[in-house]
């Protein structure tokens, strides 16, 4: 699987958008991009992922670069429960499945 | 509900004695997994599981060991032979192991060994 490069931290107002970056340069063509985020103490939590086109879901917007060697993650109002870790990971379409976690991206929300 | 169960939330041990992670999964998932998450660290995968009676190693498997006799169920055994023990252990399952689909975490255990 390609590796991800994401910020160590970001700061954020609460009930401000939120873009989160993750670079990727080495992607294939059958890579999906994925995002988790955690909470201390707590497992993952799925949030999105796309292959091509940007995706929409109630938590998140996932927008893909043309080239695909980038994307973001947009949290359109950050809440203070929307600070946690989140996790930029590539999967192949037909890999044997397991997500390999960098050290992520700290957002921390400020009232 | 549906979801995944790990228990205990946290366990502590002797070093020298193996000890066993529960893991259950009610969302009648094929693929099951095992991470191991250090302090400020992202998860490493310990073992998976493509399906009952199947499993194959992740990158982190030695000192580890686990079985797949039901589909809900995939618990994993600590020996006394994993040199540093102490972790954050997180199991997760997915419909199927492919790229496509999102994997469930369960709330994760915490194992201090003294």
């Known amino acids: 699987d390609a590796k991800t490069t994401q910020p160590n931290s970001m700061e954020s107002n609460e009930e401000e958008p939120v873009h989160l970056p993750c670079n990727h340069s080495t992607i294939s063509g059958t890579d999906y991009i994925h995002w988790y985020r955690q909470l201390p103490s707590q497992g993952p939590e799925y949030v999105i992922h796309g292959l091509t086109s940007n995706v929409n879901n109630r938590m998140a917007s996932l927008a893909i670069a043309e080239d695909r060697k980038s994307s973001t993650l947009i949290l359109h109002r950050a809440t203070l429960r929307d600070a946690a870790v989140y996790y930029c990971i590539l999967r192949g379409g037909g890999s044997q499945g397991n997500l390999i976690f960098g050290k992520g991206t700290k957002l921390s929300v400020k009232p | 509900d549906g979801g995944i169960t790990q228990s205990p939330k946290y366990l502590f041990r002797k070093e020298g004695q193996n000890v066993t992670l529960s893991c259950e999964q009610n969302l009648n998932h094929d693929a099951m997994y095992w991470y191991r998450q250090d302090p400020g660290q992202g998860l490493r995968l310990i073992y998976y599981?493509?399906?009952?009676?199947?499993?194959q190693k992740g990158d982190i498997a030695e000192g580890y060991s686990v079985s797949r006799e039901k589909k809900e169920s995939f618990p994993l055994t600590v020996t006394s032979a994993q040199k540093n023990p102490t972790a954050f252990y997180l199991c997760?399952?997915?419909?199927?192991?492919?790229?496509?689909?999102?994997?469930?975490f369960g709330p994760g255990t915490r194992l201090t060994v003294l």
């Open positions: 997760a399952s997915s419909i199927y192991t492919d790229g496509y689909n999102e994997q469930f």
């Open positions: 599981s493509q399906i009952v009676n199947d499993f």
